[in-house]
T-cell receptor, first 112, second 113 residues
Framework: QQQVKQSPQSLIVQKGGISIINCAYE??????FPWYQQFPGKGPALLIA?????SEKKEGRFTISFNKSAKQFSLHIMDSQPGDSATYFC???????????FGAGTRLFVKA | GAVVSQHPSRVICKSGTSVKIECRSL??????MFWYRQFPKQSLMLMAT?????????EQGVEKDKFLINHASLTLSTLTVTSAHPEDSSFYIC?????????FGQGTRLTVV
């Protein structure tokens, strides 16, 4: 099922810094790329998502950059806060059915 | 946003018994639901696709006779872990698809003792 590769596995960022997580996919049929935030013991929560017809999407402190030709996309968290400390998963699916394939996850820790 | 409810949130069962987990879409109809399993500090691995009124489609390596899935209505899918063993202990998460995205439940922590 490893059709979505995510890096880094873990990330430590100072408060106020920028957190960057990268993902790459293989299946060109994917046309929906969400990012999920997960806290321990909870289900994943949708953070932000992008479709391949745009190269960037910004919502508050969260930005997705998308490179269709390279089949890569990344999440940038600006002004990172301790409350952002969580595990982040990139994912990919098709809008035809939303069968979602997840990346391996990145454990982010924001130091106060 | 749309709400997907899972029940129970936690369950402890004895080895050899069966456990049923429910996934409900509360404010929309979901023709398709998905079941995932997540081991500690790992990603969500898709187990099966549950289609209303038809047999579930299982991912490679997932035992269909062990993980029984029933999708009897447009708002309810159930996963039954049969003859559970300690290695089945995991976090099970469902998702239900709306028109624009997939919505995830809060997960069920299964512990088999």
């Amino acid at each position: 099922q490893q059709q979505v590769k995510q890096s880094p596995q873990s990330l430590i960022v100072q408060k106020g810094g920028i957190s960057i997580i990268n993902c790459a996919y293989e299946n060109t049929a994917f046309d929906y790329f969400p990012w999920y935030q997960q806290f321990p013991g909870k289900g994943p929560a949708l953070l932000i998502a992008i479709r391949p017809d745009v190269s960037e999407k910004k919502e508050g402190r969260f930005t997705i950059s998308f490179n269709k030709s390279a089949k890569q996309f990344s999440l940038h968290i600006m002004d990172s806060q301790p409350g952002d400390s969580a595990t982040y998963f990139c994912a990919a699916s098709t809008t035809g059915g939303f069968k979602t394939i997840f990346g391996a996850g990145t454990r982010l820790f924001v130091k106060a | 946003g749309a709400v997907v409810s899972q029940h129970p949130s936690r369950v402890i069962c004895k080895s050899g018994t069966s456990v049923k987990i429910e996934c409900r879409s509360l404010d929309f109809q979901a023709t398709t639901m998905f079941w995932y399993r997540q081991f500690p500090k790992q990603s969500l691995m898709l187990m099966a696709t549950s289609n209303e009124g038809s047999k579930a489609t299982y991912e490679q390596g997932v035992e269909k006779d062990k993980f029984l899935i029933n999708h009897a209505s447009l708002t309810l899918s159930t996963l039954t872990v049969t003859s559970a063993h300690p290695e089945d202990s995991s976090f099970y998460i469902c998702s239900a698809t709306g028109n624009t995205e997939a919505f995830f439940g809060q997960g069920t922590r299964l512990t088999v003792v």
